[in-house]
């Protein structure tokens, strides 16, 4: 079953798509290229939303986003979820459809909210298992998130970046990275943020995230509900210098602004995009002209 | 180990206290963070469970949420996440139960309105992403067929539409809310009677509107599914009673006429179609 749509249409920085600024988006406002959703609010029923979404989908290209997939949980998938999903895949035609590396249910009930997984073999076997089974049926490749996370475990067998490496590399998926998310987890789990973007199979990153945390001194936790932090845009400018011509998408949750504020962002973040591309450029022309 | 470890954190992330058993099990099986001891690793999730709760159904519930304040909302919140395990992956109905939930502790017995004026807000909550009604048989065939065989047809209610009968003022209070009279000293009535509403979409505009007692039961014969003919019968009853000698397909002059009380039902967008039973 096939329900993706050539990708060639999502390029440089989209936004995620909030019900508030979809009157605005409908009217052209802010010059945004892409956008992504989140196949959640819209997968389980009919009326105003999915009318909503089927304008924009008019309009623009779209990716597909969820948070409820549970692909991390080590019981099956939830059937009648991912039937919605693949149903409202069909419906819209996003270019792809990524989800996070946690587990959100388990027997038989929903937490909705992104529980950390612990890196074992096991893990990896169960994430791999998951993501073959809707990439089956989706007919194509999916993304994959990391995660923020506030807890590790003593069970765990190896480090977040050989973890995510192997899920990659077993399930035959892409990634979703995270650009906050590395760095939170890097602040509270007390790695090199630069270290592990450079440790990541840069042939899998099909995408990426940039949005918001909270600083609570000890700890950060990502809120997506605020700018994107400075030194979260440094890293960006990292991560974009390794894994060129990656699009990448800005969201924001809680307390969502004007869009006129996530579009500040979403320029700022392609200005980031054009000025690490300028450089990239910049030096191989000066090796090519090289002695 | 993996299902082990997860339905072991399940556990403690619902756990009224978080001293218990379940939540020391856990513990030891959580690696602190360099800056953070593993009891504040684990309540910043059972935190987030819970916020992520009570946040979805102050969405749904705004004016319950007003009505008792965001302690007492908040502690309904977390007797209802606990209570009432989330069954679905969609946050949006997560509340489907709540009314009912409430209507059956006795701490909230002093807002005995509570229940109903959360009914009110979950259909307004419902309408929203309620299917568009399906195409209606032709309007003139539709009326050639309920005249001739109104017991072999049933009208049709929109999908968006719920019906609320309160022994409590709700929607009187629920439109306070919404123009914010509440703020500008607006009072409730102790003596207002109870009210009967319909709750729908028509189009893209949701509302909750009062229903005429003379309505009342037809629209609730309609809801239960009953052939035209009990709803003409609801209708000549309540027109026989002023005019007992007319007919049924006729009505006096100082009556509502039966076809006219159905063709408003029409006009209002509370009954969409018909179809054979």
Same mark, same amino acid.
């Given at each position: 079953m096939a329900a993706l /749509?050539? =990708?060639?249409?999502?390029? #440089?920085v989209g936004l995620g798509l909030r019900s508030a600024h979809s009157a605005e988006l409908l009217a #052209? $406002?802010?010059?945004? =290229?892409w956008l992504e959703v989140l196949a959640d609010n819209y997968a389980h029923g009919d009326g105003l939303p999915l009318r909503n979404l089927e304008s924009i989908r008019e309009r623009y290209p779209v990716v597909f986003h969820g $948070? #409820?997939?549970? *692909?991390?949980?080590?019981? =099956? *998938?939830d059937k009648s979820y991912l039937d919605a999903v693949l149903d409202l895949a069909r419906r819209i035609e996003p270019a792809w459809l990524s989800e996070h590396l946690a587990w959100t249910s388990s027997g038989g009930r929903h937490h909705h909210e992104l529980l950390p997984l612990p890196f074992l073999d096991e893990t990896v076997q169960v994430l791999a298992e998951h993501v073959q089974q809707v990439q089956d049926r989706l007919g194509g490749r999916m993304l994959v998130e990391n995660s923020a996370t506030y807890m590790a475990f003593h069970d765990s067998q190896m480090s977040e970046l050989e973890f995510l490496g192997r899920v990659l590399e077993t399930a035959d998926c892409l990634l979703l990275l995270d650009v906050n998310n590395v760095y939170v987890n890097a602040r509270n789990h007390g790695f090199d943020a630069r270290e592990f973007l450079r440790g990541? =199979?840069?042939? /899998? $990153?099909a995408q990426m995230h940039l949005a918001g945390h909270d600083d609570h001194g000890d700890y950060l936790i990502d809120a997506h509900g605020s700018p994107v932090a400075e030194p979260v845009w440094a890293l960006f400018a990292e991560a974009v210098r390794l894994f060129p011509e990656v699009p990448v998408c800005v969201e924001w949750d809680r307390d969502v602004p004007s869009l006129e504020v996530l579009v500040g962002e979403m320029n700022r973040a392609s200005g980031v995009v054009t000025e690490v591309t300028e450089v990239a450029l910049a030096g191989q022309e000066g090796l090519s002209h090289a002695p | 180990m993996l299902r082990e470890l997860q339905q072991e954190l399940a556990r403690a992330l619902y756990e009224?206290?978080?001293?218990s058993a379940a939540c020391a099990s856990v513990l030891e099986r959580i690696r602190p963070l360099p800056e953070l001891p593993a009891k504040q690793c684990l309540d910043l999730y059972r935190g987030s469970v819970a916020q992520v709760v009570h946040d979805a159904l102050g969405e749904i519930f705004p004016v319950c949420a007003e009505l008792v304040g965001d302690d007492c909302f908040r502690s309904v919140s977390n007797r209802y996440m606990r209570a009432a395990p989330?069954?679905?992956? %969609?946050?949006?109905?997560?509340? %489907?139960?709540w009314p009912d939930f409430v209507a059956e502790q006795s701490f909230l017995s002093s807002v005995s309105y509570l229940a109903d004026m959360g009914r009110l807000e979950l259909g307004l909550h419902h309408a929203h992403a309620a299917p568009w009604p399906e195409p209606s048989v032709d309007p003139a065939k539709l009326s050639e067929a309920i005249s001739s065989e109104p017991e072999a047809w049933r009208f049709i209610l929109p999908p968006s539409a719920t019906l609320l009968g309160s022994p409590h003022p709700v929607l009187s209070i629920w439109e306070a809310h919404q123009d914010r009279r509440v703020e500008r000293g607006w009072k409730l009535d102790p003596a207002a009677p109870g009210e009967q509403m319909i709750i729908c979409r028509h189009g893209t505009e949701i509302y909750a509107d009062f229903v005429e007692p003379s309505l009342w039961p037809i629209l609730r014969s309609i809801a239960a599914g009953e052939a035209v003919d009990q709803q003409l019968a609801l209708a000549g009853g309540l027109r026989r009673a002023h005019s007992p000698d007319s007919s049924l397909a006729f009505d006096s002059e100082d009556s509502v006429p039966i076809l006219t009380t159905i063709q408003a039902l029409f006009e209002r967008g509370w009954v969409v179609g018909g179809r054979p039973l």
């Open positions: /749509r050539e =990708p060639g249409n999502i390029e #440089g #052209g $406002v802010g010059d945004v =290229p $948070v #409820g997939m549970s *692909l991390g949980s080590a019981e =099956p *998938l990541l =199979p840069a042939d /899998r $990153v | 009224e206290e978080a001293e989330s069954r679905h992956a %969609d946050l949006a109905r997560l509340g %489907d139960g």
